[in-house]
């Protein structure tokens, strides 16, 4: 298990910084491209920043609202939940979370919050009813490992540089679209920078969202790894996930904007091949429960 989070750890941050790199590449060379040298990456970094400023203090209101969830549940509500998060908190050393119940009979989970000491964790009604004590534990702990380990802010940076590539990409199109740039410049290596810019420009969102979703995966990894060390019985989350994997119908406030918080995809069972994989916010479930597993 502690392998397993090592190499997740290391896989995730090698993946953020590709991705920085890659932003910076992109903006110098939009830049030099179109003719406006620092100016657009200058402005799309300062809407970036009210973006991330807004994600970081309200980004888990959004989650929560979007998804249905109600809440914040109080001891006497359903001492049974309250007590399990409790333990688990114990256990790990975290504040106590807020914690909302979605009411929909999908089984489904995630975390959301800034930091451990501003978190929530959600939990549909459907996932309480269907799973056993020690798989509901197995969840819980999985979520609060995302917590624990900052998964919801090293996300919200992702967004926020995916974001970055979606505004210079589509400011760079839009002043080559309108006539802009150094159309009258006979430079040669400036009529190839325009060309690789403009195809850079139509393809960097794609290849941005590829990259936010590899981190996503990576995230999951980690959390069923960590999950497993706070319970000791990667069984019981390997349970769980069998179950919520057999619930075939989505979640009804399914939503793409918050599909990577949760424990599964909310879409529900879709085809399986290599396509869906490499645009699907989650892992296999299958390769999940195998690696969970092997770390019993």
Same mark, same amino acid.
């Given at each position: ?35 406006y ?27 929560l609202?979007?998804?249905g ?18 333990n688990?908190?114990i256990t ?8 909302y ?18 978190s ?9 009813e269907s799973?056993e ?6 969840v ?10 900052? $998964? ?11 974001g ?8 760079f199109?839009?002043f ?8 009258n410049?006979?430079?040669?290596i400036n009529?190839i ?13 794609l290849?941005?969202?590829?990259i ?11 959390? $069923? ?11 019981g ?25 949760y ?15 490499l ?12 690696l ?5």
């Amino acid at each position: 298990m502690y392998n397993q989070i090592t190499a997740n750890k290391r896989k995730s941050i090698l993946l953020v910084g590709i991705f920085v790199v890659f932003i910076a590449l992109l903006g110098w060379l939009l830049g030099e491209a179109g003719g406006y040298g620092y100016g657009g990456l200058i402005v799309a970094g300062g809407i970036s920043l009210v973006m991330a400023l807004f994600s970081y203090y309200g980004g888990d209101k959004v989650a929560l609202i979007t998804s249905g969830a109600k809440g914040p549940l109080k001891k006497e509500e359903n001492p049974y939940i309250y007590r399990l998060v409790e333990n688990l908190c114990i256990t790990s050393g975290l504040p106590m979370p807020k914690i909302y119940i979605i009411p929909d009979p999908a089984p489904n989970a995630f975390a959301t919050g800034r930091d451990p000491k501003h978190s929530s964790i959600a939990l549909t009604t459907g996932l309480i009813e269907s799973l056993e004590n020690e798989e509901l534990e197995g969840v819980i702990a999985h979520e609060l490992s995302h917590i624990k380990n900052y $998964d919801i802010r090293l996300m919200m940076i992702v967004i926020v540089l995916v974001g970055t590539v979606a505004l210079l990409s589509d400011w760079f199109l839009r002043f080559r679209l309108f006539g802009g740039g150094r159309d009258n410049d006979n430079n040669q290596i400036n009529k190839i920078l325009i060309i690789i810019g403009i195809i850079l420009a139509i393809l960097s969102p794609l290849i941005a969202q590829l990259i936010k979703l590899a981190v996503s995966r990576k995230r999951e990894f980690l959390a $069923d790894a960590d999950g497993s060390l706070l319970t000791r019985y990667p069984e019981g989350l390997a349970r769980a996930l069998e179950k919520i994997s057999n619930y075939k119908t989505p979640l009804k406030k399914a939503n793409n904007a918050v599909a990577h918080l949760y424990i599964s995809s909310p879409f529900g069972a879709k085809t399986k091949n290599s396509i869906h994989n490499l645009f699907s916010t989650h892992p296999p479930i299958e390769e999940r429960i195998a690696l969970l597993r092997k770390m019993a």
